[in-house]
C-alpha cells in the first residue's frame, strides 16, 4: 500500500477556476498606485467634489475679472434716489442704501474675500508646518517650547485675538494687515495636526532605512517623514481658507475690519443691517455670495478628508 | 488623581501668563502712544487718559507694567470702561444674562445635536443622515451674523413668532430664538461627531457582544452605543468653548440682549479700545477656566486620561 501514490480524498479545483486567481495574477504593466492616485480616483467619483471645484473656480475668476460679470461700475453712478431701490433689469440685484448696485458691488467685493482667504491660509500653513514639523520630529524640549508656544496662541479665540489686534492698529486697516491679525493666531490648529501626524510617521520602517542606510535626520524629515505627513494639513487648509473668510467678514461686520472705503462682503452685510426690514435684498445677496462661497471650501475640505483617510471613507 | 489634578493646574500657568502677556504686549508694546491708537479716530478727553495710563501703569518699565496689570486682574481689577463704570461692575450685571442664553443655547445643540446625531450614525447612508450631513455642513458654512439676520428676517419680521430684539431684563421667551442661532454654529459639528463616534462604536466588539447575547436595541443604543460614543463630542464642546464666545458677541449684539457679549461688540462696534482689551482679556480668562474644568472632570469621568502624560 505503501507504495501505491496516495489515492486523492479532496477535490482540489485547479487555480483557474478558483477566485485565487485574481489575487495571483500580477499586472505588470499597472502604474503603482499610492495615496495620491487613490484619492484622485476616489474624490472624482463625487459629485460633491465636482460642484465645490466648479464654484470656487467661479470665485478665483470672478475675483480675477470682475469686469467680465458685470459692465456695471461698483461705486460709481451710485445715485442717492435709488437708495435701497427694487430690482431692474440693468441692476437685477437692486440698490444698497447709498443707491449702488448690489450686483456689482458683491462681484468686485469677491477679490477682497479671497485674498485674505489665501493670505490667511499661506501664513498658517507656513507657521504651522514649521511649529508642527519641528515639534513633532525632534520632540523633547523643542517638543515642549513649541507646543507650550502653540498653547498660548491656541488659547485666545482667534476672532477676539484680531479684534484686539485690529483695535490696536486702527490707523492701519488694509487686507494685508487683517489676515495678519487673523493668521497669527489661527495656526496652531495646522501645527497640532501635523505634529501628530509626524510623531506617527516617524516611527516607520522606511525611516529606520533611511537611518540605517546613514541618512541624516534633516534629510529624513524633509524627504520622507514630511512628504508622508502632509495629507491632514492639506485638509485643514482647504477648511481654513473658508474660515478665514468668515473671520474677516465678521471682523468687518463688527466695523474693525477693513475700512468702508474697500468693497467687501462684510462691509456690504454690515451696511445693510439697519434696514433689513425695508430692504432684505441688500443684507441677503451678499451673505449669500459668503455663504456659497466659504460653503464649497469646506465641502471641497470634506471630500479631499474623505479621500485621503481609509477610515473616514469607511464611515461614509 | 491628585496627581493628575496638580499636573493640570501648573500646566495651566504658563498658559495663563502666556495669554495675558500676549493681549498685553499686543496693545501697549506698540510704537507711539498706544491709548491714542486704541481710541481710532476719536479723542479721548485727558482726564480719561490720565486714568487709563494709571490703570495700565504705562509710566513703568514694560515688564513691571505687565506684572502690576496682572497683579490687578487677580484682584479682580479689569479697569474701567469708557463711560467710567469697572468693568468688574459690569460684569456683575451683564453676566447672568449670558449663562442663562449659554446654558439655553447649550441644551439646544446637545438635545438635538446628539438625537440627529445617533439617529444619522444608527441609520448610516439612509435618506435621514444624507439630509443631515448636507444640512449640517451648510450650518457650518453659515456666519453667525448671516444666521442671525435670516432669523430674524423670517421668525421676526416675516412669521412674527418672536420679537427681533430682546425686551429689558431679559425673559426666557425672548431669548429663545437668540439661543437658538447661538447654538446653530456648534449644533452642526456635534451631529457630524455624535455620528461619527456612533458608527465607529457601533463596530467595538462589546457592541457585538451585547446583541449577542441577545439584549434588546432599546437598551443597546442608549447604554452602550451612546454613552461611549459621547466622549469626543464633550472634548469638542470644550475646545469649541472659544468659538461660542465669539458667537455670544456677535449674537447678543444683533438681538440686543443685555450681556457681557453686548457689552463687548458696542465697545468694539464705537470703537472703545480699552474697554475692548478688557473684555477679551475676562472672555479668554472663562475660556481657559472652561477648558480647565472639562480636563479636570475628564479625569474623573475616564480613567485612562489620567495616565497619559
Known amino acids: ?316 | 488623581m491628585a496627581g493628575y489634578i496638580l499636573r493640570r493646574l501648573l500646566q495651566a500657568i504658563p498658559v495663563l501668563l502666556g495669554t495675558t502677556f500676549l493681549i498685553y504686549f499686543m496693545v501697549f508694546a506698540m510704537p507711539g502712544d498706544p491709548l491714542l491708537a486704541l481710541f481710532g479716530d476719536k479723542t479721548p478727553s485727558p482726564a480719561l487718559l490720565e486714568s487709563l495710563r494709571q490703570q495700565y501703569h504705562l509710566d513703568q518699565p514694560f515688564i513691571i507694567q505687565y506684572f502690576l496689570y496682572l497683579g490687578g486682574i487677580f484682584h479682580g481689577d479689569f479697569g474701567t470702561s469708557f463711560s467710567g463704570e469697572p468693568v468688574a461692575d459690569i460684569l456683575a450685571r451683564t453676566f447672568p444674562v449670558t449663562i442663562r442664553l449659554a446654558i439655553m443655547a447649550l441644551i439646544i445643540e446637545f438635545v438635538g445635536g446628539v438625537l440627529i446625531g445617533l439617529v444619522s450614525g444608527l441609520r448610516k447612508g439612509k435618506l435621514f443622515d444624507a439630509s443631515a450631513l448636507v444640512v449640517s455642513l451648510i450650518f457650518i458654512s453659515l456666519p453667525i451674523f448671516v444666521i442671525a439676520f435670516v432669523a430674524q428676517f423670517i421668525f421676526g419680521i416675516q412669521l412674527g413668532w418672536a420679537r427681533t430684539t430682546v425686551s429689558s431684563g431679559a425673559p426666557i421667551q425672548d431669548l429663545i430664538l437668540p439661543a437658538f442661532v447661538l447654538a446653530s454654529i456648534t449644533f452642526a459639528q456635534i451631529v457630524r461627531l455624535t455620528r461619527a463616534s456612533v458608527i465607529e462604536t457601533q463596530s467595538l466588539d462589546f457592541v457585538r457582544t451585547a446583541y449577542g447575547k441577545g439584549l434588546s436595541r432599546r437598551r443597546i443604543i442608549p447604554v452602550h452605543i451612546l454613552r461611549n460614543s459621547l466622549i469626543p463630542v464633550v472634548t469638542y464642546a470644550a475646545t469649541d468653548f472659544g468659538v461660542l464666545l465669539v458667537g455670544a458677541t456677535v449674537t447678543e449684539g444683533i438681538f440686543n440682549v443685555p450681556g457681557v457679549g453686548r457689552t463687548l461688540y458696542q465697545a468694539i462696534v464705537r470703537g472703545e479700545g480699552p474697554t475692548v482689551v478688557s473684555f477679551v482679556t475676562v472672555m479668554v480668562l472663562i475660556y481657559l477656566v472652561v477648558n480647565l474644568v472639562v480636563d479636570l472632570l475628564y479625569g474623573l469621568l475616564d480613567p485612562r486620561i489620567r495616565y497619559v502624560k
Open chain 1, 1 to 316: 500500500m505503501s507504495n501505491n501514490p496516495p489515492t486523492q480524498t479532496h477535490y482540489v479545483a485547479p487555480l483557474e477556476e478558483t477566485p485565487l486567481v485574481a489575487i495571483d495574477t500580477v499586472n505588470v504593466g499597472e502604474r503603482p498606485s499610492n495615496l495620491w492616485i487613490d484619492a484622485w480616483r476616489d474624490m472624482r467619483r463625487r459629485p460633491m467634489f465636482w460642484i465645490s471645484s466648479v464654484i470656487i473656480l467661479l470665485v478665483v475668476l470672478v475675483a480675477l475679472f470682475p469686469n467680465l460679470f458685470t459692465s456695471v461700475p461698483p461705486n460709481d453712478n451710485c445715485v442717492l434716489s435709488n437708495s435701497n431701490g427694487a430690482p431692474t433689469a440693468e441692476h437685477i440685484l437692486g440698490f444698497t442704501k447709498q443707491g449702488c448696485d448690489v450686483f456689482s458691488r458683491i462681484i468686485h467685493g469677491t477679490s477682497t474675500s479671497l485674498s485674505v482667504g489665501i493670505i490667511v491660509t499661506v501664513l498658517t500653513t507656513v507657521l504651522g508646518i514649521l511649529f508642527g514639523m519641528f515639534a513633532g520630529y525632534y520632540g523633547g524640549w523643542l517638543d515642549s517650547v513649541l507646543s507650550r508656544a502653540g498653547d498660548i496662541f491656541f488659547s485666545i479665540p482667534y476672532i477676539l485675538a484680531a479684534v484686539v489686534i485690529m483695535s490696536v492698529f486702527s490707523a492701519y486697516r488694509n487686507v494685508f494687515v487683517i489676515s495678519l491679525a487673523i493668521g497669527i493666531f489661527a495656526w496652531p490648529a495646522t501645527a497640532r495636526v501635523l505634529r501628530a501626524e509626524i510623531m506617527r510617521v516617524k516611527n516607520s520602517d522606511y525611516v529606520m532605512a533611511s537611518q540605517a542606510l546613514g541618512v541624516s535626520r534633516f534629510r529624513i524629515l524633509l524627504r520622507h517623514v514630511l512628504p508622508n505627513s502632509i495629507a491632514p494639513v492639506i485638509v485643514v487648509t482647504t477648511i481654513s481658507l473658508g474660515a478665514a473668510i468668515v473671520a474677516e467678514a465678521t471682523l468687518s461686520f463688527l466695523g474693525v475690519g477693513l475700512p468702508n472705503t474697500t468693497m467687501s462682503w462684510g462691509n456690504d452685510i454690515s451696511a445693510a443691517q439697519s434696514d433689513l426690514r425695508t430692504a432684505p435684498q441688500t443684507l441677503i445677496y451678499p451673505s449669500l455670495a459668503l455663504s456659497i462661497t466659504v460653503l464649497s471650501f469646506i465641502m471641497l475640505g470634506e471630500v479631499v478628508r474623505d479621500a485621503l483617510d481609509p477610515k473616514a471613507r469607511a464611515q461614509r
